[in-house]
């Protein structure tokens, strides 16, 4: 919006110049979102006590310390990242990029999704929710809506091609079947993130970190002349989506002094299922999913994790992990919260690292 109405100015004011530069725009993305987080966060709390009373239901199958210190926390404070988020994009980004508003479509989406499913837990006060195959059917509509949008905006031979890191030339075409696929990863994507978020700060920090591996890809890949010289394959617009990205970081960054142990609320599917999807959604819109893959590889272990145990289970009776996802197996080996969660963040960052040696090494 501000980028709407100062950039006709900028030929006549050095000031509105700077709306110019992604990169002004982006930081001030970030800035804008992690104000708005601390301006509202108190707010949203304390509405989110009031109105749940008891908090988010805690599973009586988990660890044996949620029950006495995780009760009686509220949930669903991912509403917090998503108007923060929110209003700092559309502050700051240039509203005519489609780019934009398909992610911004496909995170709203998955928030409503995620919505209804912790007011269904709180309301009822059960851990059920949604049903696993409505939930399914849902994120597939939206994903597929979304797949498509991002397909009919990329308009070449790149647009249905998934492109393979480090091998600049390889990129295969998948055809009609590439929204298929980059449905399945924004699918996957938002509900890694959601099996992840189990303990105080396990998933924004990942998510940030992602977030800011997927700002400077999509500043380069959106930037021909840096994308030329990395070799990268270049997406128009696609500079817009480092704004996005920048917003999520400074949301997450707000949600995380809330959320940090001992967390005065928790992020809850409407949080975490929408980022997971907007992380997933950037992905495909940079032509960088399998880097997502690799950068968001501690969410892609939790899942594993998960299918892996439920797999075994039901063909052994037997367990091949003391509880699923992994950080909570490490809760019944004794590990201390806050060690499990600083390990996992150091994980994340390492695996960010590699992901982003995969921009440079061609």
Not at 126 to 154: D, E, F, H, P, Y
Not at 178 to 186: D, E, H, K, S
Request: proline share 4%; with cysteine.
């Amino acid at each position: 919006m501000l980028y709407y109405f100062f950039r006709p100015l900028a030929d006549h004011t050095i000031l509105f110049n700077l709306m110019r530069y992604v990169t002004f725009r982006a930081g001030a993305a970030c800035m804008t979102a992690l104000f708005v987080s601390f301006l509202l966060g108190p707010v949203v709390i304390r509405s989110l006590r009031r109105l749940q009373g008891q908090g988010q239901p805690i599973r009586e199958d988990g660890p044996e310390r949620h029950l006495l210190e995780k009760k009686g926390t509220p949930t669903m404070g991912g509403l917090l990242i998503l108007f923060a988020l929110t209003i700092s994009t559309l502050l700051w980004v240039d509203l005519q990029n489609g780019l934009v508003w398909a992610t911004l479509f496909v995170t709203l989406g998955y928030g409503a999704l995620g919505f209804a499913d912790d007011y269904l837990k709180v309301t009822k006060r059960n851990t059920k929710g949604v049903s696993g195959r409505m939930k399914l059917i849902v994120q597939a509509g939206v994903g597929l809506i979304t797949a498509i949008w991002l397909t009919w905006l990329a308009r070449g031979p790149l647009g249905m091609a998934l492109t393979v890191p480090v091998f600049k030339e390889v990129a295969f075409q998948l055809g009609w079947g590439f929204p298929i696929f980059a449905m399945l990863v924004m699918m996957g994507a938002s509900n890694a993130v959601n099996l992840t978020d189990g303990l105080d700060g396990l998933a924004i920090v990942p998510t940030i970190i992602c977030a800011g591996v997927f700002t400077l890809i999509a500043y380069l890949v959106g930037n021909h002349n840096f994308a030329e010289h990395l070799q990268l394959n270049p997406v128009n617009g696609a500079g817009e989506l480092a704004v996005f990205c920048s917003a999520l970081i400074g949301a997450g960054m707000g949600f995380l002094w809330f959320n940090a142990p001992p967390a005065a609320v928790f992020m809850g599917d409407i949080g975490a299922l929408s980022i997971g999807g907007a992380l997933g959604a950037v992905a495909v819109a940079t032509k960088h999913e399998i880097v997502l893959m690799i950068v968001g590889g501690l969410f892609v272990v939790e899942t594993i994790s998960v299918i892996v145990q439920v797999f075994w289970y039901k063909r052994t009776g037997q367990r091949v992990f003391l509880m699923a996802p992994l950080h909570h197996h490490f809760e019944k080996k004794g590990w201390a919260e806050p060690t499990i969660v600083i390990r996992f963040w150091i994980i994340s960052m390492i695996l960010a690292l590699i992901g982003l040696g995969t921009l440079k090494i061609r």
